[in-house]
């Protein structure tokens, strides 16, 4: 089983401040990874699909990079809806996995 | 616009069963797989089951592999989870996601449905 290890656990920053979130893999998923933000009572919404490709209606402030086992979100200015949970999830193999998540929070 | 409406949750004791629903609309139902993942309280998400778009092929996550069985029906839109010898362990909100297309990637979710394995 591929685990994926994200990091920081929490990150407390301010609106209009640059996010950074972190997800290492066990072993190479190549690009087979998504990022989704999940707030509380709510469904999960994909953000990020395959490394790098936002979903269609996903603010252009979300990006995502990498390849292999190391990748990141990117949030370039937050704004107040954007604090959330974050998980990356990766389809490589089976089973398909979820990173533990990362809390974002208005510090 | 995707709908995905879960139902069939419930309190059930330790070793009972439950099987839950995934009604599906605003998409060709039967062109895209289908998937369940949990929350349990206070953890991160975990993938249970998938179905391909026809039901040629399902895969299981280990903690349910024997337990859990995904079907769907495609004349109705709808998608389910039999679950069989509950543990307590198997509490946890469970959504029904539709796969991207591209992959498992899962682009709708419900809003999900609770589960509590419970004396």
């Known amino acids: 089983e591929i685990v994926l290890t994200q990091s920081p656990a929490t990150l407390s920053l301010s609106p209009g401040e640059r996010a950074t979130l972190s997800c290492r893999a066990s072993?190479?998923?190549?690009?087979?990874l998504a990022w989704y933000q999940h707030k509380p009572g709510q469904a999960p919404r994909l953000l990020i699909y395959?490394?790098?490709n936002r979903v269609t209606g996903i603010p252009a402030r979300f990006s995502g990079s990498g390849s292999g086992t190391d990748f990141t979100l990117t949030i370039s200015s937050l704004e107040s809806e954007d604090f959330a949970l974050y998980y990356c999830?990766?389809?490589?193999?089976?089973?398909?996995?979820f990173g533990q998540g990362t809390r974002l929070e208005i510090k | 616009q995707v709908q995905l409406v879960e139902s069939g949750g419930g309190v059930v004791q330790p070793g009972g069963s439950l099987k839950l629903s995934c009604a599906a609309s605003?998409?060709?139902?039967?062109?895209?797989?289908m998937h369940w993942v949990r929350q349990a309280p206070g953890k991160g998400l975990e993938w249970v089951a998938f179905?391909?778009?026809?039901?040629?092929?399902?895969n299981y996550a280990d903690s349910v592999k024997g337990r859990f069985t995904i079907s769907r029906d495609n004349s109705k839109n709808t998608v389910y989870l039999q679950m069989n010898s509950l543990r307590a362990e198997d509490t946890a909100v469970y959504y029904c996601?539709?796969?991207?297309?591209?992959?498992?990637?899962?682009?709708?979710w419900g809003q999900g449905t609770l589960v509590t394995v419970s004396s």
């Open positions: 996601a539709k796969d991207s297309g591209v992959g498992a990637h899962f682009d709708s």
């Open positions: 395959d490394a790098s």
């Open positions: 072993q190479s998923v190549t690009s087979y």
């Open positions: 179905i391909r778009y026809d039901a040629s092929n399902k």
């Open positions: 999830q990766q389809r490589s193999n089976w089973p398909i996995t």
């Open positions: 605003g998409f060709i139902f039967s062109h895209y797989d």
